[in-house]
T-cell receptor, first 111, second 116 residues
Framework: QKEVEQNSGPLSVPEGAIASLNCTYS??????FFWYRQYSGKSPELIMS????GDKEDGRFTAQLNKASQYVSLLIRDSQPSDSATYLC???????????FGSGTQLTVLP | GAVVSQHPSWVICKSGTSVKIECRSL??????MFWYRQFPKQSLMLMATSNEGSKATYEQGVEKDKFLINHASLTLSTLTVTSAHPEDSSFYIC????????????FGPGTRLTVT
């Protein structure tokens, strides 16, 4: 069974700090990785995609991928209270390229 | 770009009735659409994958006769929950993906179903 594991949290950081979210996956054949943000009662919103080993930066967000270690992470710099949400790691698997989601990490940024 | 809509956003129905949920890709053609279900405090669980013009592929444990999926066009997929029961109450979310090898899935806003 293809699995995606996330540090379940909850994670609390002070405003302005760096929040670090981690994810591991079991399917070595996976090629595409995504981070979604989900506010309570809302649907997931795509914030980062990463396909190659290394870092990918977009504004305050940096995704890191290490396929050898089957590890993907998300760093949020200068965290803001509006970043408080559940962050879902998703890995694309299968011939239909379905997404398998981790259980999510609940992040709270304290003002 | 990449906007996905769902309708209705919430629905309350009586046990035993059927409910139809629509999912539309507004500014792109979605070759594949996915239907997810999310219970409170849990992550998203994929229910089925649908490709335009073909039968949906259901995940293990999902009753295809209860959750009818139709993907009649490149911009519209529907999920019908037949003979709904209170245990079907959940947050149903669709996502859509266009053609190509690298193309993210974009999610609709979700439909909250309550069966009384």
């Amino acid at each position: 069974q293809k699995e995606v594991e996330q540090n379940s949290g909850p994670l609390s950081v002070p405003e302005g700090a760096i929040a670090s979210l981690n994810c591991t996956y079991s399917d070595r054949g996976s090629q595409s990785f995504f981070w979604y943000r989900q506010y309570s009662g809302k649907s997931p919103e795509l914030i980062m995609s990463i396909y190659s080993n290394g870092d990918k930066e977009d504004g305050r967000f940096t995704a890191q991928l290490n396929k050898a270690s089957q590890y993907v992470s998300l760093l949020i710099r200068d965290s803001q209270p509006s970043d408080s949400a559940t962050y879902l790691c998703a890995v694309e698997t299968g011939s239909a390229r379905q997404l398998t989601f981790g259980s999510g990490t609940q992040l709270t940024v304290l003002p | 770009g990449a906007v996905v809509s769902q309708h209705p956003s919430w629905v309350i129905c009586k046990s035993g009735t059927s409910v139809k949920i629509e999912c539309r890709s507004l500014d792109f053609q979605a070759t594949t659409m996915f239907w997810y279900r999310q219970f409170p405090k849990q992550s998203l669980m994929l229910m089925a994958t649908s490709n335009e013009g073909s039968k949906a592929t259901y995940e293990q444990g999902v009753e295809k006769d209860k959750f009818l999926i139709n993907h009649a066009s490149l911009t519209l997929s529907t999920l019908t929950v037949t003979s709904a029961h209170p245990e079907d109450s959940s947050f149903y979310i669709c996502s859509a993906r266009g053609p190509g090898q690298i193309y993210e899935q974009y999610f609709g806003p979700g439909t909250r179903l309550t069966v009384t």
